[in-house]
């Protein structure tokens, strides 16, 4: 949806967008990544993408468990920034909830408080709010913060 959403915008503003295809290296000066988070950074396609290239200047746009105004949104920001960084230049990183899988939800609450994994109270009450997006506040919020960096992409 975010993806989607951010190609719209980039078209409608006469950006010549491609679509990379499965495996594509980037090609372009400037690209816009669109990840799902694991292990608080892109996930493992994202990573050797950029990873596999230098001196692109990249956007990033991704989904993850967290809420985007949390400290730790601030920390899978700055793992991403960095990440992307190390061959390329980070033009920005936009987070928004995404579905986290149901399916370990109770072996998650009986791991000990200290596992990364745990779910409290309000670690369930987060997995459940996330099956809820990205919705449209959260579509909103991606153009508008594309709409704050087009600035850098020409
Ligand atoms: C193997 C795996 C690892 C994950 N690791 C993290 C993580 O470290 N932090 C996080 O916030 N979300 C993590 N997630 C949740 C995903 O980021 C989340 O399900 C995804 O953003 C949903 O994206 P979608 O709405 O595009 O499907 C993980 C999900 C999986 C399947």
């Known amino acids: 949806m975010i993806a989607d959403a951010v190609r719209a ?5 006469g950006f010549d967008v491609r679509l990379r295809g499965r495996g594509e290296q980037i090609e372009t000066d400037v690209a816009i990544v669109c990840f799902w988070c694991f292990k608080s950074t892109l996930d493992p396609i994202n990573l050797r993408l950029v990873q596999g290239t230098a001196g692109r200047r990249i956007l990033a746009f991704g989904t993850f468990g967290g809420y985007p105004d949390s400290p730790y949104a601030g920390r899978v920001t ?5 990440a992307i960084g190390e061959r390329n230049t980070c033009l920005g990183v936009f987070l928004s909830q995404g579905k986290v899988s149901l399916e370990n939800v ?3 609450k009986r791991l000990p408080p ?21 919705n449209q506040r959260d579509v909103d919020r991606a153009v508008a913060f594309l709409r704050d960096h087009l600035g850098l992409l020409g």
Request: net charge negative.
């Open 78 to 82: 700055r793992l991403v920034t960095e």
């Open 9 to 13: 915008e980039l078209e409608a503003r």
């Open 114 to 134: 200290e596992d990364p994994h745990h779910l409290d109270e309000a670690g369930i009450a987060r997995v459940m709010e996330s099956q809820r997006h990205p």
């Open 106 to 108: 109770e072996a998650r």
